[in-house]
Structures are given as structure tokens and as C-alpha cells.
């Protein structure tokens, strides 16, 4: 059994991997992401690797993960990879296939583990530039990955998919993730930059900086919250984050072209 | 029972908070969001299971200075759409916890 320490946004994450060859594939993954400093874990996830697993039938068409949860109890079902974690106790099971990916059951768990400590995991592309941190959400095709692409050399990228957004010592900090996006080349970063602009992205003739009420904001904000609307205590806690967070950052449209040009919008607006 | 001695209140399965006046609504088993105006935002926070129709209509015609009978068609009107949507349900009782 290998133990895997990971840490994403400072929350700690143990894998159990009874697997060598997954282990060692998991490590190499999530090598910028291993965690040296020996804090105890959010979760311990114990994984088996099965050969054969199946759990949903692989049909055409959109990317399936089933997700129930109730109360911190979460089941999690997609085409390799199956399982349950108990987020009050800390620990959880994952079967999965030796070709599937903790990835997604990942992606999953960090939102749930986020949302419990007033933290968001969001569909937004980071970057950071002269040390301060900008995420650009919306859904696919609002341009996350194009400008994450217009930003470089720019801003130094953290993700063009997700990025995690935690309240921590007072202030609002973006964090990058390991998790993939549309672009390859991105470095998912482990790094991290204080919150300062906070933008929901829509494509434009022009450039501009459009402020939304605060209603508005949080409604973008939770449609760009992934995997955490699975019940009603869940849904309220997630508007009660997002409404701390527009508090705190508040949400602005980044109307944009396809030029670099919006960042001299957004250096005046924030 | 008449419509506008019901009592309106949230649907267990909708999670809403009113923001600066404006109520930001998340229908958990679709997903579904929506932001309300001001007006429509004041008729979800009254009802709050507490309030008949009527007593929301005789709210709003303090408040915006409006005709009582206007609003209350108003008012079921709207909270009917509510209704429509799962965001609220009707009680013929008040209600007394979620």
C-alpha cells in the first residue's frame, strides 16, 4: 500500500493506493502537489485498483459523474472509477479501473472538502501577475482558455479550467490546481496570490469592465461551481459562500476581444 | 379557502438568500438559478410561510404606495410563477419550521 500526500489549497489529502504502478503514476502527476509538511489530512482516500472495473456504460455523449450527498456523506459514480468518502470522518473508498484517473474523483472531492471550509472550487482560468490574482469564470466556451492564451507573458498562468478560491487569514486567496484544462500546455502551478479581480467573462466587439450587483454575482458564481449542487442544505451553504466572497471581491464582466487589450481595462477597475 | 388566505413559502428543495435587495434563487434538483428584482425579491422574502398572499399584497401597497387589489393580483400572480418553477409552495396553514 503506497501513501500518496497531496495538498491542494492547503488541504490536505492522503491516498492509499494499493496499486504500485498507479502509485507511482499518481506521484508523477501530482508531483508539484505533494505534500512535505506532514499536516493531517482533510481525507484519507483509500483507493483499489480492480481490473475490469465499470461502473457507468461508456455511451456517446457528455462526460458522466453521479454524485449524491447528504448531510457530508458522498457517493461518487463515473465510467472507472466509483466510490463514497465520509467528509465528517475524513475517510472514503475509491474502486476504479487501472486505466481510470483519480482525476475527476478528485476534482469532486476538493469542491465538497473547499465548500465545507467557506472555500470554492470555480470553472475560471488564474493567473497571477505583479503578485496579485485574477480568476475569469464561466462556462465552457466563454473564453477561460483564450484568455489564459492573450495573458501570457502577461500574467503568469495557474489554470485555464479551475482554481480554488479560500478565505484564509482574513483575505481571499487563488489558488492553482493540478487539474487539466482544454490547454495542454498549461503548468498548473502550485502556487497561490491574494484574490484582487474577480471576473465573469463574455465575449465582445470592445473591452470593458461592466460591475454586477451583488445578486448577480453570486448567481454567475454558483453556475460556475462545479459537482456542490446536490441538495438544499448544500446549495444554501454555497450561496452563503459566494455572497461572502462578492462581499469581499465583488464580481465584474470582463466584455472582451480577442486581444490582450482587456488587462488595461481591468488594471483601471481594480 | 380562498387563494389569497394560502401562505406562501419556500420549497424545501430551493435554497434562495436575498442579497442587496435582490434574491438569488438555486432550485437544487435542476440546478436552475435565478436573480429576482427588487420587487419580486421583497414578495420571496415575505413569504415566509408566515404571511398570507393577502397580507404581502397589503405589505407592498404600504411600501410602494400602490392600489391593494393591483397588488394582490400582482402578488398571486407572481408567486403562482413561483410555484410553477418549485421555487415556493402554497400551505393553507402557516408554517412553523422549513
Redesign the interface.
Known sequence: MAEIPISIAEIPVHLLIDDGGAAERVRQHYAAFLDEGGQPPALTLSVVVRAGARFVPIEPGPWIMNITHQAGQITFESYLEAGEADLNKGTGQVVMAPEGSLENVLRVLYAWLCLRQGGLLLHAAGVIRNGKGYAFFGPSGAGKTTTTRLSQGIAQTLSDDLVIIRRMNGRYILYGVPFRGEMAEAPRLHAQAPLTGLFRLRQAQRHAVVPL????G??EL??AAPFV????????E???VC?AL?AAVPVRALHFRRDAGFWSMIDASV | MQAYNLYPAPH?????????????L?L?ET?E???LNPVG?RIFELADGQHTLAEIASILTEEYNVDFHQALADVSEFVQQLVDSQVLVLYDQPRTGP
Open positions: 450587483t451583488p445578486a448577480e453570486v448567481a454558483v453556475a449542487v446536490a441538495d438544499p442544505a448544500a446549495a444554501a454555497l450561496i452563503n455572497g462578492t | 424545501p428543495q430551493t435554497a434562495g438568500r436575498v442579497i442587496d435587495g435582490e434574491a438569488v438555486l437544487a440546478n438559478i435565478q436573480v425579491s
